[in-house]
Each structure stands twice: as structure tokens, then as C-alpha cells.
């Protein structure tokens, strides 16, 4: 790697914590100066401009996150058990992560109604990992571990709004409870409703 | 109402849907004349700071989506049928809210790691609207219409977590869908899991 692209890499890698904790308008040159150690001309002699700085950062920050949530998954055979190592990943590996909590809720909440390109990375996130979630389900319904009524988009839009909301809650109120119950819930529905019987 | 009195509403009424959308950081000054119609002057005279303001903003914002959300709960008589309809009201009556999606959420992921003043706000609320759902739960308890064994903060964390997730990702997918299903999700675990039979 180039002294030029090992620079440009570690630029992201400094901005990361800062755009997922302060956010797109939140984040100021200074503090990207501050985090990485250069002047304005350094930093953007390599970007053409926050925005694409931004989504750099997003996606370091999204790619840890994503590798992380799906640690030691791929190989539970059984699909249903997988979907609840990737619950309990989520909600219990959360140290090594780029701080500052989910990029896809950050960067939803504060792009929704404003910056396209970035509310664009959020959106591919989310949909890549409801697809990948979606995967697992419909391999279970193949190998009938997984009910046949079961909808792979719902199940999947279930986990991840649940898991999203209850990282908003904990986040806000410094406790871990709101994970905790929504991990046991989550668990507790795949077993109940999501599993087929022996007799299916 | 003093003519001063009346201005100061406005200004907070016609600053709410900007706050709520951008984002504390992501609201400029000359947004917030634009919205109000008045010079900085004209803002800052009724205001000791754009914090003040923001905070001023949230409390009409939340306010408004407290009432929304309560909307004909209050003369549900079954506690059960009262938290179904808490749930319905929140995915189903989204027009008349001060645009940009639920005030908690907005403010929670933006001041997670930032403003304090802001973050305290959404963390009054979170408990607020947190205590009126475990109230029901537990005045259900007390009626027998939920049954015993159920923790009102617990209940009261799922339906929570699993409304502003599914929030997010609807704003961000802009699509209906998450907050159908997390609301047939919520009502079906309610009737299940929650109500108490018969022969409690």
C-alpha cells in the first residue's frame, strides 16, 4: 500500500468515532484535525469533501459493526439458532466496535430528512442487513426448521427494529436493560413462533 | 396572553419542525429565521440561547406526540385493549406531529454523546412516556387482566424499543411496513403472552 492510500486509510479510521458519535452537521473540521493530526489541507488533499469523508467513515464503521454482529454465526447449522447468536451478538458484543452505537441508526435519524448521500449509505446498510438476516430464514424454511408461514422480511424487520430501538433506549438512559429484554423477547419469540415443531 | 408571550409561542411552534428534522447541530441560524419570518434580534430576544430554544422546541414537540399517543386510550377500559391501543396510536396517527419523526429518538441519537441540556430532555421523556405504559401494565396486574407474572418495565422497554426502531426504519426505507408489523408484532404478544386467561 501507498504512503498516499495508508494515510487516506488511517484519516478514515481516525474520523469514524467522530462522525458515528457528533454526527454529519455535529462534526466540525476541527474536531476531524484534532482526531487525525493534520491540517485542513492534509485531510482534504484525499477527499473532496466531508460528505465523502463522511460515507468513507460510514462504511469502516458499518463493515466492523456488521462483521461483528455476525462472529461465530455462520457455523450454527441450525438456522433459528443462528438468528439468535446473531440477537445476542448484537447485543452483547459491543466492545471493539467504532464508538458511538449503530451508524445506521445515527446516521438514519440524522439523514432522514436531510443529506441524500449519506441517508443512501444508511438505507444500502439497513437493506444489506435485513437481507442478510432474510437469508438465514428462508434457508431455514428450506430445511424446515423455520414454520412455513413465516414471512423472511418481517421476521427480519422485527429483529432489527426491536434490536435499533432498544440500542436507542440503553444508549440514552447509560443502562443495559432495554438490550437485555429486547435480546430474552427476541429469543424467546424465535423459539415460541418462529421454530417449527417436531411435527412440521 | 402579552403580545410578547405570543411571539415567544410562535417562535418555539414554527421552530419545532425544523429542530425535529435537522437535528440541534444541523439547524442554522438563518434556518430559524426563515422559519420564524425574523431577524436574529427578533429570536434571540425571547431566548437565552439556540439551546433554550431547542429545548423549548422538543417540550412542544413531545408534548404533542404525547397527546397523540394517547388519543381515546384513556376511556379503554381493559388494560390489555388500553396498551393495544397506545401501540395502534403511535403507527397510526402520524399526521398533525411536528414533522420529522418522534422527538425522543430524534434528540436521543443526536445527544447520546453530545448536549446535555437536550439529552436530559429526551431522557425525561423516555421515562415518562415509560412510566404511563408501565402504569397500565400494573394497574392490569392489580385487575387481573394482565397476568402476574409480568414486569410492567419490562413490557413497557419492548413496546418502546420495537415502535422507535421500526420508526427508523420506516422514515429511512420510507415505507410503511416496519411499523405495520411491529404493531401487529406488539398486539399479537400482548394478546398472547401479556392477557391473562381466563382461569387467572
Known sequence: MSKGSE?????????????????????????????????????????????????????FTWDLAVRTRLEGTEDIA?????????????????????PGGCPILNTAIESDDGNRVLRERA????????????????????KSEVRRE???????ALIISTLEGALMASRLLQEKQP??????HLESYLDKEVRAGKAA
Not at 441450525?78 to 467504532?98: H, I, P, Q, S, W
Not at 438505507?123 to 428450506?142: D, H, M, P, Q, Y
Request: aromatic share 8%; glycine share 6%; net charge positive.
Open 150 to 156: 413465516i414471512e423472511p422480511r418481517k421476521i427480519s
Open 179 to 184: 438490550l437485555i429484554w429486547a435480546c430474552d
Open 7 to 59: 494515510t487516506r486509510r488511517e484519516i478514515i479510521r481516525r474520523s469514524a468515532p467522530i462522525f458515528n458519535q457528533k454526527g454529519f452537521a455535529g462534526t466540525a473540521l476541527s474536531d476531524l484535525m484534532e482526531a487525525t493530526g493534520l491540517e485542513k489541507g492534509g485531510i482534504y488533499r484525499h477527499f473532496s469533501s466531508k460528505e465523502q469523508l463522511a460515507s468513507e467513515a460510514f462504511d
Open 123 to 142: 438505507r444500502n446498510a439497513l437493506s444489506e442487513w435485513s437481507a442478510r438476516i432474510e437469508k438465514v430464514v428462508a434457508e431455514g424454511k428450506k
Open 78 to 98: 441450525n438456522t433459528v439458532d443462528r438468528l439468535k447468536k446473531m440477537v445476542r451478538n448484537f447485543v452483547e458484543r459491543r466492545a471493539g466496535l467504532v
